[in-house]
Structure formats: structure tokens, C-alpha cells
């Protein structure tokens, strides 16, 4: 069973070609498709929440129910893995659509498999290499919609904009699959973005034009302050600097920090983990990034940093 996004809820779908894969020198007519729409991303979310549902039912001592959630997350993770890689294109479909066709338009959406655990190994790198291609990469973040596509505007609220609290998830999941220079590009682009916010605020969104066509082009509707923006960049540098903390285990762990090319310097104060409130700086030397706890208050905490 596939979890179908009706229009009118939720993310609007771009026009697409419904019919599967494009021929030979054929592009996406740019039609809409049939509802209801099963879009891929939100397919990744289901195997996640089967995921975290089976930990929160083995930390209850529920065993039984804990396996049952596992096994969904499995199944589903398999089905997505099966119903929606289109192995031509070495990418995955946007969606299928409500005559079981594959939607191939290539959007930002992809990403999220990554955070959401779903693709395999190469099919993670095959992703990154799609969307860090130039068509979707605009220099500032990746765009929600590639510019070869026949619908991309760059100006549109979905078929073209980015959207910095998009981009973080995507970071998140390329840094989960180690793919950390992928990831810094990303991050890279978005560093660049503040420059041009007011209090390097981001915004909710802004337009998908390229960088090498000049400065960053502000989405003029945009709401700044807005939740998910302002929450980005916490995600960001969490997943670059590879921070985790464990609570239960009154642990932080640090795996695999990575610095910006544009940052020598980087300390982060106040991080609550259980109990605790550690701060810590990390530091370019040469092309590694040294870790130093500095101070720890409220309760004991471990330091592990994991360097592969």
C-alpha cells in the first residue's frame, strides 16, 4: 500500500509526463497526473516512523510489538526500494501516480530518502549525484524542481525556489550515508545565502536563480521569521559537525566533524544533552577539524568522538 498525497494538501505536485519513463530524446510533456499521487518522499517518512515506533516499543519492553514495527519498516523500505527505482535513469521516481505510472520529474523530494533511511548505499550516491548536478544545484541550495525540467520557474513557490528547511534534511541524510563532501557542498550554498539575509536570518524560501547570474534573488512573499527556516540551520551544523547526543547514555558523540571552507573557527555553547549543558569549539588545522570539549555543567557527560 502506497500513502497518496490528494491536491490541495500539503506540498503542491509539478506537471509531469504521467506515462513512466521519457524515450529517447523525449522530455516531460510538462501535464499533470492522475490523482491520487503516492509521492516518494512521503513513503520514506512511513519506513522512518516504523523505525522510531519499534525503539519507542523495545525501550517500553515491549519485544513483540517492537518486531512488528521493524518488520513494516522493512517491507515498506523494500517496496519503495522496488516500485520506485527507475534503473534507466539510475534515479528514483517523483511518484507513482493513480494509474500506477512512474513520475520521473526530478525533484528536491528525492532527498529525503536519505534522511528517511530508505535508499540503498549506491542508490544514495546515484541520488546526491542528481540533485548537486548543476540543474538542481543553483549555488545557494538545491532547488525543489531541476531547471531542465519543462515546468521550472525559478520564481514559483515550489517549481524552482529553495528552500533552506529542504536542504537541511537533505544534508542530514547525505551526511547519514557519508557523504560529507556532498553534504558541505550543500551546506556551502546555504552559508552563502545568509550573506544576503538581513541578521543572516534564511528565509522561508528563496528564488532558484543561479549563483554565476549574481546575487541571491529574495522570494518577495516569503515569511521570515518562519519555524522550519529558522530551525535549519541547527540542522545543518549538527550534521556537518556530526554531533549526536545520547541522552540515555549520558553521552555526546562527535563522528566525522567536518568543517566549511569558509570557517576556521566554529564553537557551539549551551547544547543540553539529558541533564548536561556542554559547550564545544571546533577547529580547522590543515584539512582536519579538532574537537574540544570546553566546559560541561548541570551533570556528568561523556565525550566520544568517532573518527572513521
Not at 170 to 190: N, Q
Amino acid at each position: 500500500m502506497y500513502h497518496h498525497q490528494d491536491a490541495g494538501g500539503g506540498r503542491e505536485v509539478p506537471g509531469h509526463l504521467a506515462g513512466g519513463l521519457p524515450g529517447p530524446g523525449q522530455l516531460n510533456s510538462g501535464r499533470r497526473a492522475d490523482l491520487p499521487i503516492a509521492l516518494v518522499e512521503v513513503q520514506g517518512y512511513c519506513v522512518d516512523a516504523y523505525r522510531r515506533g519499534a525503539n519507542i516499543f523495545r525501550h517500553l519492553g515491549d519485544e513483540d510489538l517492537a518486531r512488528t514495527y521493524e518488520g513494516r519498516a522493512e517491507a515498506m523500505r523494500e517496496l519503495v526500494n522496488r516500485a520506485f527505482w527507475m534503473p534507466e535513469a539510475s534515479r528514483y521516481a517523483f511518484a507513482i501516480d493513480g494509474r500506477d505510472r512512474l513520475l520521473p520529474t526530478i525533484v528536491s523530494n528525492l532527498g529525503h530518502l536519505l534522511w528517511s533511511g530508505v535508499a540503498t548505499p549506491d542508490r544514495a550516491t546515484a541520488t546526491a549525484r542528481t540533485l548537486l548536478a548543476s540543474s538542481s544545484f543553483s549555488g545557494f541550495g538545491i532547488r525543489t524542481l531541476a531547471s531542465d525540467q519543462p515546468v521550472y520557474n525559478p520564481l514559483s513557490y515550489h517549481n524552482g525556489t529553495v528552500w533552506p528547511h529542504d536542504n537541511a534534511l537533505i544534508v542530514r541524510g547525505l551526511t547519514r550515508y557519508g557523504l560529507r563532501h556532498e553534504a558541505v557542498k550543500a551546506f556551502d550554498g546555504l552559508y552563502a545565502a545568509m550573506g544576503y539575509c538581513r541578521d543572516r536570518r534564511l528565509p522561508e524560501l528563496f528564488c532558484g536563480i543561479g549563483k554565476r547570474s549574481g546575487p541571491l534573488v529574495r522570494y518577495p512573499v516569503a515569511c521570515s521569521p518562519q519555524a522550519w527556516a529558522s530551525a535549519a540551520p541547527f540542522l545543518l551544523l549538527q550534521s556537518i559537525l556530526g554531533i549526536h547526543g545520547d541522552a540515555p547514555r549520558g553521552c555526546l558523540v562527535v563522528k566525522n566533524p567536518s568543517l566549511p571552507k569558509n570557517v576556521r573557527k566554529l564553537e557551539l555553547h549551551g547544547m543540553r544533552v539529558g541533564g548536561a549543558l556542554v559547550s564545544v569549539r571546533f577547529r580547522r588545522v590543515g584539512s582536519r577539524c579538532h574537537v574540544d570539549r570546553l566546559d560541561v555543567t548541570g551533570g556528568a557527560l561523556k565525550t566520544e568522538i568517532e573518527i572513521d
